[in-house]
Structure formats: structure tokens, C-alpha cells
């Protein structure tokens, strides 16, 4: 024990130091000051709170869905009309269905040769809309715009189901693939873009195709 004042040597057990008279300091105050080190805990993190997203846009789907698709499907059948049209007539003229179609007389037995030659010239007909019908949507669909002239302007495209370019064969499955689409009452077939997850028609499940936005 030291003297707090002169800082002596004392004696155990004295009440004053030898040499200033200064009181011992009490054997509590005698000890010597202890640093306390206080380990830092680290700061817990409050949990994360979900934010509210009202604010936000509601995310755009990347597929595209039954009305878009049916406005792309009425552009298209102008332009494919347009077509048609400019190959009709001169088909028309061509094969003189005109002809046989003053040929037919109400107050008479038709004309078997008329009859045949109207016949094969609607079938004619038929045959060439139904031709460009299929080139127009295969080729389009294959080519660097993945889509017709109608899904160009809505901004649309067709993929296969990795998002990319499909073949002049897949386009051509995709087209047939419509006719079974047809088939059941109510285009429930087509309507199915409308509901399906990936807003997928039948006939796009049969041909492993999607229809996204661009």
C-alpha cells in the first residue's frame, strides 16, 4: 500500500504515513484502477420490411394476350384480302368464270361443261387464297420480323419456347396447327390466349410457339 500524497511505502494495517502524516488511503482505494474493456456487440440488423407496392406499375406480361392478338388477326386479313384480291380478279378474268356465270340460265338445265368450268375455277380460287394464306403467315413468322404485317404493327412477335427465331417448317405447323384450333365449338381454341399461362392458343401448344411482345 502506498501513501496517495508522497506516494511512500506504508506499513500494513497504519493509519497514517511515516513520512507526510497523510491518512492512509482505505484498502478499496488502495487497489489499483482496473480498466474495464467493454466488447462492442455488433448491431443487429433490423429485419427487412416488405415495401408496399402500390406505387409501382403493375409489371407488363411478355406475353401477348387474346386482344392483342385478335386486332394483329384482323390486320392481317385486310392485307391478306388485298392480296387476294389482286390475284382473284385476274384469275377471274383469266379463267372466264364470268363466262360461266352467264352461262347458267334459271328457266333451263345447266350446262354440265359450264357447271364444271365454274366448279374448277371457285376451286382454283379456293386453292390460291388458301396458298397465300400459308406463304404470308410462314414466311413472315420465319423471317427476321417474327411476326406478320399485323404483329409487326402491334409490336408482337412469334418464338419458339425459348424466346427464339422458329423455322419456315415450325411457321407451316403453326398454320395447320389453326385448323384443329377451329375445330372446337366456340374457338375455345383460339380464346385460349386469353386464359392459358403463357398465353398460348392451341394451336401455338401444338407447335411449341410463343406470341410475346416485341
Known sequence: MFCSKCGSNLPANSAFCNICGAPAPSPASALPAQSVHLTPQPLLSAPAQPVSPHWLPPPISPYAGFWLRFVAHLVDGVVVGIFIGVIIIP???????????????????????????????????????????????????SSDWQGTVGKKILNIKVTDLNGNRISFGRATGRFFSKFISGLIPLGIGYIMAGFTERKQALHDMIASCLVLRA
Not at 334459271?106 to 380460287?125: K, T
Request: charged share 10%; proline share 6%; no cysteine.
Open 91 to 141: 384469275i377471274f378474268l383469266l379463267t372466264g368464270v364470268a363466262a360461266s356465270f352467264r352461262g347458267l340460265r334459271p328457266d333451263g338445265a345447266p350446262d354440265p361443261a359450264v357447271v364444271a368450268a365454274l366448279v374448277s375455277s371457285i376451286a382454283l380460287i379456293a386453292g390460291a387464297s388458301f396458298l397465300l394464306g400459308w406463304l404470308y403467315n410462314a414466311y413472315f413468322e
